[in-house]
């Protein structure tokens, strides 16, 4: 799943080529013809939406797990610097649009999709996300784990980024990982898609081991670093581990902390025991993971709205707003998040 379609809007032709990108992602994700359209037309208004109202704009179509079944969905996510939604409720209004799109209209969208929000703030952008998944959505149904989120974009606006991230689901256990393939390119891609590969076979093991079984899985591989977080919500705690320069940061409390990864690279040189860190967790907490393209030093959000958004849309806000044109990100970069409130 590390093909990426990274789009710049900058012109009306730029409108065509994400509505093609989101039929390409479509075809690879294995959509079907209605559920194509779909994301064709989600593509379209949130392309006309940037050339219209944004500055510098661009929209990341990611191929992304199905939260409704293990299946391949396409997320599209587009974000700018521009001025931002004076009146977010009227624009999401269904049917009502701004710009003479197909008609569709932010509203139709949040509707057709499987997932959609929005989060904008005055002068500082916009960033929406939407899911299309393979069947229409069902709407009403309450996910019993934390929700994860996130966006992947490869550096230089190559075809695959070289890292990858999953989860698994099951019982009371939500296991989370992030691996970023050494380098990047291919080579980065496979490493990072096999650890994601592996993780359903053994996500009812600890980081510890779930780490220690990688480290014989990307042995072929050129090796990645891997953070695993695993959620029990049941006993209300977090469980932590990680391998090489992954960054992770918990907000529980009201506060945030960094959670440390372990110097090495899963496949190569990795520790033979690893630290697990367990910290307390709650409806409200939120963990955040990112790969090394993300500025070490990103400013943690204090936005209540923002946190209460989609993972997806939080971690792209992180993103857009921890870089800038004076320091380029310098590798691919994946932020995750887990947690965050209902939604929309």
Known sequence: MSRVWDVPVADSTRVRDVRVAAEEASACAGLPPH???????????????????????HVIINLVESAQDRRTAVQLLSLDHGPGIPDVAQAMRDGYSTAATLGAGLGTCRRIANAFDLHSAPGRGTVAVARIDHEAAVRGATPPHPRAGGVNVPLGRAEHSGDAWGRVAAGDRLTLLLADGLGHGAKAAEASTTAVAELPGVADRTPAEILRHLGRALRPTRGAAVAVAQVDCRSGRLHFAGIGNIGARLRTGGGWRPLLSHPGIVGAQAPATVPVRQEPWHDDSLLVLHSDGMPGRWVPPDDAVLLRCDPAVVAAVLLRDAGSAARPAGDDTCVVVLGGGAGA
Not at 41 to 57: F, I, K, M, P, W
């Open 35 to 57: 559920r194509t359209a779909t994301a064709a037309l989600v593509a379209t208004e949130l392309a006309t939406n940037l050339l219209r109202h944004a500055d510098d704009g």
